[in-house]
């Protein structure tokens, strides 16, 4: 049996679930130094306060649920650095710790802050990057792995469990990018059933997840498992989200979890985002992303707090005006 699901205070006071938006992309905007394989995770070795106080000026925009920087933290990754086994998973407790700490703050701020008097305390979800994120070689927006559902298991099991043990509010299974990893992360959560998680998929147009196989049956797949409370797309093009949260409600009645990026686009090559033909309009799409049926809304790469201050505004907005039509 499961636990209750921890977004459902939300959805029922407000309609939706505020998500923050960029980490790695918003710490390099204040200046660090991500270009290394470790990413955000770095800075959990380096400037774990870094961390915390981006964590903080999410929760300070609207944002009712931190990720934390665990993406790209992996065993393999850290052991690279010469870190031992324990740790690594005391790197990887650290990056959920440092967003429970920025949330009890920003909890205990509030209460002086009349505008935010009516606040539900923010979630902290822990961040299960794709294999391919440890890679750091682009391998999450294509997904082909060669390697076995076996295999794949047993990498993401130490990293689930490393991350539980640090007691998140939920797991955020994110920046999915093929079919046989959603399926493998949904049959490791059934083993993990007292822990509610989303699972969000990387898409490559409005029909596909990244590897190519449709994005509508990567979304039943992952809706299969009990403690998957939400399903949905992240580190997608926002042109794209409408039409891939319209055909995943034919797939699931889960609620649907929606964070594209900014819309300038990654070249994994060169290491280095260019612009696209949607940057400045992930914004004027956000109603449109509600109104399709996301109810877990937030941003990702190249996002920031000013985004996510502005989308809290434009979505509370939109969920009382489709109240009050009732």
Not at 231 to 248: D, E, H, K, M, Y
Request: charged share 25%; proline share 4%.
């Amino acid at each position: 049996m499961t636990t209750a699901d921890p977004l459902q205070p939300f959805l029922d006071d407000q309609g939706v679930v505020v998500l923050d938006g960029g980490l790695a992309t918003e710490l390099e905007s204040r200046g660090a130094d991500l270009r290394d394989e470790l990413w955000s995770a770095r800075l959990l070795i380096e400037d774990p306060q870094a961390v915390r106080q981006l964590h903080l000026d999410y929760f300070r925009a609207g944002a009712d649920v931190a990720i934390s920087a665990s993406y790209q933290a992996s065993f393999e990754g850290f052991a690279r650095r010469g870190l031992s086994r324990d740790q690594s998973e005391m790197l990887m407790q650290r990056s959920v710790r440092l967003a429970q700490e920025a949330r009890d703050q920003f909890w205990d701020e509030r209460a002086y802050v009349d505008s935010e008097a009516d606040r539900i305390r923010p979630l902290v979800a822990a961040s299960v990057g794709s294999y391919g994120a440890h890679l750091a070689d682009g391998s999450e927006y294509r997904g082909a792995y060669g390697l076995s559902d076996e295999e794949l298991r047993e990498w993401h099991r130490p990293r689930l469990e490393a991350l539980i043990a640090a007691e998140p509010d939920l797991l955020a299974c994110e920046t999915v990018p093929c079919m046989q990893e959603g399926r493998v992360l949904v049959e490791l959560l059934t083993e993990y059933r007292d822990t509610s998680a989303w699972l969000s998929f990387s898409c490559r147009d409005g029909s596909n997840v990244s590897s190519g196989e449709p994005f509508n049956a990567c979304v039943a797949v992952a809706s299969s498992a009990p403690n998957v409370v939400a399903v949905g797309l992240n580190c997608t093009a926002p042109r794209f989200a409408r039409q891939l949260l319209l055909s995943a409600n034919e797939s699931t009645c889960k609620p649907l979890v929606c964070y594209p990026n900014s819309g300038e686009e990654w070249d994994a090559s060169s290491r280095a985002w260019v612009s696209g033909r949607e940057e400045n309009q992930f914004l004027a799409l956000a109603a449109s992303w509600k109104t399709a049926g996301a109810l877990l809304v937030g941003g990702c790469c190249r996002t920031s707090p000013d985004d996510i201050r502005s989308l809290r505004s434009r979505l509370l907005r939109h969920s009382t005006h489709m109240t009050a039509g009732r």
